[in-house]
């Protein structure tokens, strides 16, 4: 079918339902068109605990639709693929997770919002890359902090704060990719370009970036800076909307370290596509629901980080 009687049936049944679509930066260019609301995971996470919404359709992957349904126990949550997972969520079990806890005693457990409702629950305080450093900051100096799954986000906070967080050893298979060499091979063609990095990419990365933040503050950054052009180091998706809020200015894709593939592309993101949205409005389905036990624990460390941010 025509992407424009697409979208024309999606915002029909998105009428019918009373639904709210949102999308993250992610997602791909047809999908952000259409979405009500775009933003960064902390962004996804306030407008789901706000909307008025009966049915919420996210856009995004499995963990962003459980902490809209966990924060939103009565609403319908419908996401278009329910196999848009995250390799970093994946990266912690929660049976391994609670193992780690209980050989490092009197710590506080601090998760990124990129993981299962299960290692919520085992979590004190959740963070986005939006705000995790503000949050850490917050905690008492001499608090004794597991964080986790994204190493290379708990690097970049460690860095910045001056802490020594314990590590989880997960990483994002996009993000951790990324090749220096290339990057810096692109900034010997584009010496005026600023480089932006996400904190999911590898410490060297962070290093030799010119800002460094959730998709949220790159995109700030780009807007209120002086420079012309940008070599992004992160998901591609981002673009779409760095193009549309800075027109004028150059924005470039990082190259990943396999040529062959597009590295810099989350294929989970990518699952969702404008018919499964469609499908998923018209359907009902999938639903994301929570374990109700898991959720009362889960609530608890997504609403201390909402009153924390
Ligand atoms: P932010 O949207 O918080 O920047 O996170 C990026 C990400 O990897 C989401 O999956
Ligand atoms: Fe997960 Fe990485 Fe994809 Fe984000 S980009 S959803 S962290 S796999």
């Known amino acids: 079918m ?18 709210l679509i949102m999308a993250h930066y992610y997602q791909r260019p047809e999908i952000q068109e259409i979405a009500d609301f775009i933003g960064d995971s902390l962004a996804l996470a306030r407008q ?19 902490t809209a349904k966990i924060l939103c126990p009565d609403k319908k949550v419908l996401i278009p693929d329910a196999e848009a997972g995250c390799s970093l969520a994946d990266s912690c079990d929660p049976a391994d997770l609670e193992k ?6 009197g710590h506080t457990v601090v998760s990124y919002v990129n993981t299962s409702a299960a ?8 963070v986005t890359s939006g705000n995790a450093r503000k949050i850490i900051e917050q905690l008492p100096a001499d608090e004794k902090i597991i964080f986790g799954p ?5 690097e970049y906070i460690n860095s910045v704060s001056g802490r020594s967080m314990v590590l989880w050893n997960g990483a994002c298979h996009v993000h951790d990719r990324f090749s220096i060499e290339k990057i810096l091979e692109m900034k010997r063609e584009h010496p005026g370009a600023r480089i932006l990095v996400h904190p999911e990419c590898r410490r060297q990365l962070q290093l030799i970036a010119d800002k ?12 209120s800076d002086e420079a012309k052009e940008y070599i992004v180091v992160t998901e591609s998706g981002i673009l779409v909307e760095m193009r549309a809020k800075c027109p004028g200015k150059t924005f470039l894709a990082a190259p990943a370290e396999d040529a062959e593939c ?3 592309e989350c294929e989970y993101m ?17 639903e994301i629901n929570v374990d109700s036990e898991i959720a009362a624990r889960a609530v608890r460390p997504i609403e201390r980080m909402l009153a924390m941010s």
Do not use: Y
């Open 2 to 19: 025509e992407s424009q009687l697409l979208k024309e049936e999606i915002l029909r049944l998105k009428e019918e339902k009373g639904a």
């Open 262 to 264: 597009q590295c810099n």
């Open 150 to 154: 994204d190493r290379n986000l708990g």
């Open 270 to 286: 990518k699952l969702n596509t404008l018919e499964k949205l469609r499908d998923c409005l018209r359907d009902e389905t999938p």
């Open 100 to 105: 780690f806890i209980a050989e490092r005693p």
């Open 212 to 223: 460094v933040g959730s998709t949220a503050a790159l995109l700030d950054f780009a807007r």
């Open 48 to 66: 789901a605990a706000k909307t008025d919404a009966k049915v919420i359709v996210m856009c995004g992957v499995h963990f962003m639709g459980e």
């Open 119 to 126: 290692v919520k629950a085992l979590t004190d305080v959740v």
